[in-house]
């Protein structure tokens, strides 16, 4: 079937199976390998994508389901060569080691700082309880996302 | 003239970041050559069988299947392993765990793959199997490889000091206790993948998630028969690896795809049931321990038994057990001491290497025993520890001399005047309701590099580059430890250059040069040694062609700074760029071969266990303390708050020691309290990340990280291996937190909250 939706700000009109997995669509047929696929079934968040702007697992959804929606992968998060300050945060803090986990984390960020701008420590370790990380103990990342959190409040 | 900050000691940003966030950096995993054909196998459904038929006449001709390949397909040796070649890449006469690879397909894309494997059809005749170490070593056991003189037994040895049955009855107190120590799953988020191709001069090229790209290259060479010379191993940053990829995972069956493709790229990514099914584990132990003292606190015997589960087939089993072995005294001085280790093949999943490899099955049993013993003699337990931990120059119980830097006293003196530890009865007694508190801690060491027999060798390269720039050329794996930006860091110190004036190369047989594995707490002490070597090299070649071209009459009147060198009589600025281009491009390029020191002394072991990588000379030293809340309804541990307190020498990057130290702690909370890996007959029960439960955010507290930094001579400014010292004490931390909390030891783990409740149930009613 074609579908027809938006991926990074760029129409895309692709001819697919219906029911072929959004990750494999993002990582084989576009090329987007930022996205990553660590169990294939819903545990462990690496390759969480924004729908139309709230974080949803690329490996449990089908292609058809994109239809006429506006995706955002890793690859969109920063506009031009400027890093997004929740990914220079992580730069900055210490939040990447192996960094498999790093653009699912990322992009639930995203989605959780728009719903909640001023969270504290805990509030972050529930909204990211669902991106499983093996490197870090989660504690750099919290870190990160508290102080992306700060700086972009400053920046309104 | 700019400013110049040493670049060791400072939290330098790592170089693999922003590659990373962005989605940019291309792991093994995000390989989609043109053309490419998907490989898969088709595993074992028994855990001990007979081959008696393959067909595969109902895939052969299916469409889209491009290639169906059995052992008789492979012209080489079809086995790997290090040090014990007994694996195959498919399984010839028989099977020996529910897992072992048979039949590989080639197909046009994932979903035909599948539908294959599921149509082919083995015949099978099911052998007796054994699934228990202690009853895999019994006379009439099954045998998993024939025509071994030693039967199941992999590897097998003692350590005796003094005499351990007579100064066990000298003792005031003495404690016995037996521990069950369970598989751990590395669980990396990157399973298994690689891509593999044939080119046209005939050069198999691998690119995979692996640790050890040159031992592969080796490795495939023998099992394939293909020339050692015309493989190629290329190993980008890893997807995580903590041992799991410490040797051949995918690549076997890679490289055979790859020789039967018709010069199509192959690409294989295993799904993380097969990744369960298939990879290496943490080695289950039966661990018995008898710990005698004298009412004056003074160690006197100590008796340890160890039997390590290596499964299937032996790949890393004889090192880890020697490591065991060598790790089972712990950080004290006992005069008398037997410690005898068995390391066994059984119809199970293989174990392997898992970062702390050995030490944290012992440290987990000791570190509990001294706590018992402690209070026997009514010792305050971190009293104890100090009044028999080692100081250098000391041997410890297991015979292992602390020849170099030892701070494991400053380590628990550090956790004495904490306040975690000085405030824990008010911390305790402040209980709430339904839940029990308790305070634990342990202390433990860890060897850095392969011990006396395998020498630990890096050979760093360094370039000059045309343009002024450096290029470093990586020999060891970064699987996420952040080995690659410590060599930036090295390299920048030494040669005054911003991070931003150099570029890396990954691990690549054709390119970088043979540096060992990614593993044993080496990457940055080995070949950080060497690149420092390199570097100071380069420089000297550079500020001795300055004067050749008359730039300055003295070398030591030169200062090199970001792509300049400065001449500071004259305050004249010279761009490297320029130096470079007078240089000959293999002056250009240095070179340095560095070898660890090793412990030559004592030399009374028993020459296997010597072989395998028994004593080691440097060590990482720790103490970490856990505080724990037991829920009384519902038996759930919850770790409240973690002090690690660590000696792995000089502190070169805060955060990218710091990362280890969460990072590793975290995972040592898995193993000591969710990660339950589950077996029946040999069949795995917890197939995926929903049953085989990781630490989330949600489960662990913020580390309390503090380090002691001693000097460590041998190592690149003063540093040693940090990356296993940090996970081999939670385990025993939080059990003897647990036991304070609730009058017991719980000597298997993990420590599941079912156990807990057990134990609570039993409570008399207050």
Known sequence: MKIVFELNGIKQEIDCLPDSRVVDLLREELGHTGTKEACGSGECGACT???????????????????????????????????????????????????????????????????????????????????????????????????????????? | MTTYASPIGSSLKRVDGPGKISGLEKYAADYYPDNCLWAGAKRSDHPHALIKKIDISPVRNLPGIFAVLTHEDIKGANRVGVPEMDQPVLADCKVRYKGDPVVLVLAENKTLLQEAIDKIIIKYEPLPAVFDP??????????????????NL?????????????????????????????????????????VARVDEEGILEIIASTQTPWRDRNELAYALGWPVDKIRVIAPYLGGGFGGKDGITVQGLLGLAALHSGGRPVKMWNSREESFLSSTKRHPGQVHYELGCKNDGTLHALNCRIVLDTGAYASLGGPVLALAMEHAAGVYRIPHALIEGFSVYTNNPVGGAFRGFGAPQVLAGLEQVMDILADKIAWDPLAFRLKNAVMRGDETGAGVWMSNSTAIIPCLEKVQEHPLWTSRQAWVSQSPPFKQRGVGLAAGLQGTGYGPMVADIANAKIELLSDGRFRIYSGVADMGQGNNPTNVQIAAEVLGQAAECFELIQPDTLQTLPSGSSAASRTTYSYGNALKAAALQLKERILTRACNMGMGLYAEDFLLSSGRLNHLP???????????????????????????????????????????GFPHRVFAFACHLARVQIDELTGEVEVCDYLAVTDAGKVLNPQLYEQQVQGGAVQGMGYALWEDFKLDRGELMTRNLATYILPTSMDVPDILSIAVETVEESGPFGMKGIGEIVINLALPAIANGIARAVGQHIFKSPLTAEQLLLILEKRPAE
């Open chain 2, 570 to 612: 004259s305050g004249r600025e010279i761009p490297l760029g320029l130096v470079a281009a007078s240089m000959r491009p293999e002056e250009r390029v240095s070179i340095y071969s560095y070898t660890a020191p090793v412990n030559r002394y004592p030399d009374k072991i028993n020459p296997d266990i010597r072989a395998a």
């Open chain 2, 134 to 151: 202690e009853a895999a070593l019994a006379e009439n056991a099954p045998l998993l490889h024939e025509n071994r003189n030693n039967k």
């Open chain 1, 49 to 156: 994508i924004l729908v139309d702007g709230v974080s949803k697992l690329s490996c449990l959804m089908l292609a058809a389901q994109l239809q006429g929606r506006s995706i955002t992968t890793i690859e969109g998060m920063s506009s031009g060569k400027k890093l997004h300050p929740i990914q220079q945060a992580f730069v900055d803090k210490g939040a990447v080691q192996c960094g498999f986990c790093s653009p699912g984390m990322l992009m639930a960020t995203v989605d959780f700082l728009q719903r909640n701008p001023a969270p504290d420590r805990q509030q972050i370790r529930t909204a990211l309880s669902g991106n499983l990380c093996r490197c870090t103990g989660y504690q750099k990342i919290i870190d990160a996302v508290e102080s992306a959190a700060a700086e972009m409040r400053d920046e309104l």
């Open chain 2, 154 to 194: 992999l590897l097998g040895g003692k350590v005796i000091r003094g005499n351990s049955i007579a100064a066990m009855s000298e003792c005031d107190a003495v404690v016995e206790a037996d521990f069950q120590l369970p598989w751990q799953e590395h669980a990396y988020l990157e399973t298994e993948a690689g």
